[in-house]
């Protein structure tokens, strides 16, 4: 090798021939490539390194040409084990960034070969933004849909989006006449909601977002032009852009998403606001399905309300108590049924109807309220069981239902200190009377059941109530509860006289609690099927014993 000619301490002049020490194809590489000394000069750099550092050239000092990270990393590999490598280095050379690989030559000099690897870096990082994203959508879907509330779903959206989006967020929801729902939310801070009138055309492109229209991209948006509602109170500083995102709905919009950031802030890039209209169909949906369950909550409540049994209490002289447990423990409504429809003066009989639907459920429910809408109207009928019996059969076989009924009429009427009460069973266990002395008897009244055969046939049966005596109407779900040691064992209608028995004497709401108690007892955690009862009771007008507060006894009557 030829000798080195030293034209200065720490600069080299080497031979013609230099490149042939690291082959001769390194001059005609795509990637920029330096041969730089052990003292930091340059030696040769090739076509590609010249375009990349047009100023370059041999002799120069690598520092002057070339960015610190770069002269820093020669120094390190120059300055150890002669042949050595530091291993791959990056940086930034003229706004792309660069992977430097540096090779050891003869006599400490290292070739520094340039890859640049800018678009892999932009790749790999919206990569990573891109998964970023999906596991904050992911997120954000899982909390929206968490809740079916309207006004908690858009404290979380607006919450959400303020942390993962921008400085701060608004969420407008659909009108509420002449009054829009609105969210405020800043980031790290609380969530804030009114409800108040505002000027959405004061907004470029909310109106239209809230009408379902595709977004107004955020750089037509003035932020200055914004008006004062739409700023959150503390938001911090002036606004410096907005991007205005439509939320939709199954079918209607949801509402619309502002989001601000603050002027101090860089704007919203056309990834980010891909990525808010993104997150604004997750929170529209959730929004959407919160809205749909919320009306459909207050339907089911409405209707609710008409399938519920009644609340019962003394009518002319008769005291009445029901009680009522659907077969799920979550339901509220069911097969089982009972209503009573008091008469307009004591000279007119009380209507006591209670029944058992086939079925159990909203569907049960729902022939229940056919039935029990369609006996009211019949009601000036009522003198004529087996009429009434005979309609209601009519009706529920001419409709789309394929469910029958049994059922159980008891008209009752005060006479003087007793009761006169007609029963007529259609196909339903017949009602129990429990005597003052605690004696049990089964009225004998039997029929068919309703909605399934052309006719009713039934049988009614009449019988007089004294005071501290009552007539138990029941269905079914009582008598047929499984429970007891084994859990197998039906608690059974012998069980039922048994414990009524003990009752006499009882008013009619602690008769039905009692029967209800022992039954609930009876199952446990077990299933069961609808369990109602009613009772009709004369209360009783002798002299009570009662205890007055030091012990002493006195009577006194119950009227």
Known sequence: MPPFVTASPGISARPPDAGHLVGATWTEAPYPVLIVDRYGGLVEIN??????????????????????????????????????????????????HYEAHPTAAGDGDVVWWLVDDTD???????????????????????????????????????????????????????????????????RGGPV??????????????LAEALQ??????????????????????????????????????????????????????????????????????????????????????????TLMRELLPPRLSSVHGVDYAGGYRAAKDHERVGGDFYDVHPGSDPSQDTLVVLGDVAGKGLDAAVLTGKIRNTLHALLPLTDDHQ?????????????????????????????????????????????????ADGKVEESATRGTLVGALPTVTANTVETTLAPGETCLLYTDGITEARGGPLGDELFGEHRLQRALS????????????????????????????????????VPRTGPLTVLNGTGARSSRRNT
């Open 387 to 435: 009429r009434v019996l005979n309609l209601l059969n009519g009706a529920l076989l001419t409709s789309h239902h394929t469910r029958f009924a049994t059922l159980v009429l008891a008209s009752v009427r005060r006479r003087g200190t007793r009761a006169r009460v007609r029963l007529t069973s259609a196909g339903h266990l017949p009602p129990l009377i429990v005597r």
């Open 212 to 301: 379902g229209f595709p977004p107004v991209p955020a750089r037509w948006i003035d932020p200055v032009g914004l008006p004062d509602w739409v700023v959150p109170d503390g938001f911090a500083g002036p606004v410096g852009s907005v991007i205005v995102a439509p939320l939709p709905g199954h079918g209607v919009s949801a509402g619309a998403l502002v989001l601000l950031r603050s002027s101090a802030e860089q704007c919203f890039t056309d990834g980010e606001e891909v990525f808010a209209r993104l997150f604004a169909a997750r929170a529209g949906t959730a929004l959407s399905a919160a809205r749909l369950y919320g009306e459909q909550a207050n339907v089911t409540a």
């Open 120 to 186: 892999r870096r932009l790749a790999e990082t919206a990569l990573s933004d891109a998964r970023t994203r999906t596991e904050i959508l992911s997120d954000v879907s899982s909390t929206l849909l968490s809740t079916l509330n309207v006004s908690r779903c858009m404290e979380v959206a607006a919450s959400l989006a303020a942390e993962h989006l921008a400085d701060a967020a608004v969420l407008v929801a659909p009108r509420q006449g002449r009054r829009r729902p609105l969210a405020y939310a800043n």
């Open 502 to 537: 003990e009752c006499a004497g009882l008013p009619a709401e602690a008769v039905v609690e009692r029967v209800r108690m022992l039954a609930s007892q009876w199952i446990g955690g077990g299933r069961h099927d609808d369990m109602a009862a009613v009772a009709v009771s």
């Open 192 to 205: 804030s909601q009114v409800t108040r009138q505002v000027d959405v055309a004061g907004v470029p492109g």
């Open 47 to 96: 076509e590609a390194a010249r375009a990349l550092l047009p100023g370059a050239a041999s002799g120069d000092r690598l520092h002057e040409q070339v960015p610190s990270w770069l002269a820093d990393a020669h120094q390190r590999v120059s300055g150890g084990q002669r042949g050595s490598s530091a291993g791959p280095l990056s940086g930034p050379i003229k706004g792309r």
